[in-house]
């Protein structure tokens, strides 16, 4: 079972930031997940709309642009990164989903994993785009079939990872709240993988792994890893 740093390690770091990223790779997470908004021309990593829960700004995100938000303070010294400088940081040393908050132009991210996988370490089976936003995965799959998406949800639908299949997606990634067994069973037919966030239990962690989930997303990858691999 894969385990990812939820918004990089954070509970180790101020979330989404640099320094989130440096502990999740030093915990040795098989892969890092975090929030993509799109601020004019750039790609920036950050959660909420609003800039005021994890940041000494006020406001919507959206009103800003790059260089107000550059300068805000997340705390430890931290800044809101681009993209851009978390795939230098990574550079191919575990897998990313990059999960798709807030991002109109669907090339902006193709262009980043291009340049990444021709100039970085990285391969294209590296990245994983999430989403809530299903509409937005159906163009990026149009555009860039060759890069795996997948579908988030925080539901239990009728018909369960159908939605997913439909989208053509590599997985289903689905809160722990919406989980059963069944969704797990009903995936794994579609041959879809299935992921949960965001999990931190030890007795949720294990009860996945013996469902075979097979991927989680868990803020302090070093304690997953070490409940789950010992
Ligand atoms: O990608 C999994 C998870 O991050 C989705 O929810 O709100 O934590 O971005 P959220
Ligand atoms: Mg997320």
């Excluded at 750039?42 to 959206?62: A, M, P, Q, Y």
């Excluded at 021709?118 to 391969?123: D, K, Q, R, T, V």
């Excluded at 990026?140 to 079939?145: C, E, G, H, I, V």
């Excluded at 709240?177 to 999990?199: P, S």
Aim: charged share 20%; proline share 2%.
């Amino acid at each position: 079972m894969l385990v990812f740093a939820h918004r990089g390690a954070s509970s180790h770091a101020p979330e989404n930031t640099l320094l989130a990223m440096e502990k999740a790779l030093e915990q040795q997470a098989d892969g890092i997940e975090m929030d993509v908004q799109q601020i004019g021309n750039e790609l920036v990593i950050f959660h909420d709309r609003i800039l005021s829960r994890n940041s000494n700004g006020t406001g919507l995100v959206k009103e800003h642009n790059l260089k107000a938000l550059q300068a805000l303070d997340l705390g430890e010294g931290q800044s809101i990164p681009t993209l851009w400088q978390v795939l230098n940081l990574v550079n191919g040393q575990c897998l990313l989903n990059l999960e798709i908050k807030d991002v109109t132009d669907v090339s902006l991210v193709i262009c980043n994993i291009e340049r990444a996988v021709s100039e970085l370490a990285f391969n294209y089976t590296d990245f994983f785009i999430s989403s809530f936003d299903h509409h937005f995965l159906a163009k990026f799959k149009a555009l860039a079939p060759h890069i795996r998406i997948a579908a988030l949800t925080a539901s239990k639908p009728l018909k369960y990872a159908e939605f997913a299949e439909q989208l053509g997606a590599y997985s289903v990634n689905v809160d722990m709240c919406c989980l059963d067994e069944n969704f797990v069973q009903d995936a794994k037919q579609r041959g879809l993988k299935i992921m949960v966030y965001t999990v931190d239990e030890a007795k949720e962690l294990l009860k996945l792994k013996e469902w075979q989930v097979d991927g989680v997303f868990s803020n302090s990858p070093a304690n997953a890893l070490l409940v789950l691999r010992g």
